[in-house]
């Protein structure tokens, strides 16, 4: 099974509300689709969001960087040499980790149709059900604590809450759901760096004290702020996790062994792809720090990919934050994984099993071998 052209195509779907962070606002999910077409008419479908805010790309630097430069060198290549291909990949250009990671999505895909097999099987195998939280974006509090018990009706146990544009108001924030909530789910706050690292001592001290218990606190400090993170983890008892100071294993291994943070949030957009994210899974568990596996805004397609590595790779990632699809209108992507509400299902489909991708556009793009 050789690699023959790679295309190009875009995918839009509406969210069912805009979702707000500490960083942004945003409306629509919208994906870069990469499809790799192999010599015995085999497709492997990769996605990437734009991410500008989180790791530096745009959809014309992402095209750009797999048209021009990582596609040329898989052309004509083998499917059998995954860890060849991948290398190839990680290997071609510094960063550019969204548009490695939809390579490598497709790649995968493609190594599990050769081989009759679900991605989740050909890691190791596992259980093909898994639980997801959603998010709860940051509002007035009426509004927050609303969406808060619409989750807990639609059978979601874990909420995670954004926060981080203003500590006070975001203790006000959290107790307001934490009392709405009463003991329903579990409670993850996700503050996207927007506190100084004496302001989220202060905000999660004030918390603890007043009995609200967190599962953990996620990103509180500046991705860049490895010493601010270390001096909120030093200085409070709930779990700190590590997202955006956290891309590939190197950074991981850098957080983990300074004791910045206790869990590490991996995400295929970051690590730049399956391979590397196999890598900071397994380098958390030798380390004894756990992992949890989440997304970004993005189709369905990318985060099929992480259901396949988060249920394979149970042990050492044993949280999920894989909501992008439920925060979505609809899912216009048939595949072998299945998200309905909390539980996302994964089917023996070879690949990641995708049979069709509704209103995708195709872009004027092919690369082929010369
Ligand atoms: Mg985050």
């Known amino acids: 099974m050789k690699i023959q052209s790679i295309q190009f195509g875009m995918l839009r779907v509406p969210l069912k509300s805009p979702f707000k962070t500490a960083l942004r606002t945003v409306e629509q999910v919208e994906d870069v689709i990469l499809i790799i077409e192999t010599d015995n008419g085999c497709r492997g479908y990769g996605s990437a969001p734009a991410t500008a805010v989180i790791t530096g790309e745009t959809h014309g630097s992402i095209i750009e960087a797999i048209s021009k430069v990582i596609a040329p060198r898989l052309i ?54 898994i639980t997801t939280d959603i998010t709860i974006s940051v509002d007035y509090i009426d509004k927050m604590v609303e969406d808060a018990l619409a989750a807990l009706e639609l059978g979601f146990e874990t909420l995670k809450i954004k926060v981080g544009k203003d500590p006070a108001l975001d203790v006000e924030r959290i107790k307001a759901i934490h009392a709405a909530v009463n003991d329903r789910a579990l409670i993850r706050l996700d503050a996207n760096q927007g506190w100084t ?47 955006e100071s956290s891309f590939g294993p190197r950074q991981a ?21 399956i391979s590397n994210a196999i890598k900071v899974a397994d380098l ?29 790779k149970s042990a050492e990632i044993t949280m999920v934050d894989l909501d992008a699809p439920s925060l979505c209108a609809f899912d216009p992507v048939q595949s072998g994984v299945t998200f309905n509400h909390s539980e996302i299902t994964i089917s023996d489909a070879p690949g990641l099993g995708i049979t069709g991708i509704e209103g995708l556009e195709m872009l004027d793009l092919k690369v082929v071998g010369t």
């Open 253 to 273: 291994m850098d957080v983990i062994i300074n004791r910045a943070a206790d869990i590490i949030n991996i995400k295929l957009m970051k690590t730049g792809g």
């Open 76 to 129: 004509g290549r083998s499917i059998e040499d995954l860890n060849d291909l991948t290398n190839r990949v990680q290997h071609s250009i510094v960063k550019n980790y969204s548009a490695k990671a939809a390579v490598e999505i497709a790649l995968y895909d493609l190594f599990g149709q050769l081989y009759d097999a679900p991605v989740y099987k050909l890691l190791g195998g596992g259980d093909n059900v």
């Open 284 to 312: 958390s568990g030798t380390f004894g720090a756990k992992c949890l596996i989440g997304c970004m805004l993005e189709s369905s397609i990318g985060v099929a990919a992480a259901a396949h590595v988060a249920a394979a």
């Open 197 to 243: 690292p004496k302001q989220a001592v202060r905000v999660l001290r004030t918390l603890e004290e007043s009995g609200v218990q967190l599962e953990l606190v996620e990103q509180p400090v500046c991705g860049d702020d490895i010493d601010g993170m270390k001096y909120v983890n030093e200085r409070v008892d709930t779990p700190v996790m590590a997202d």
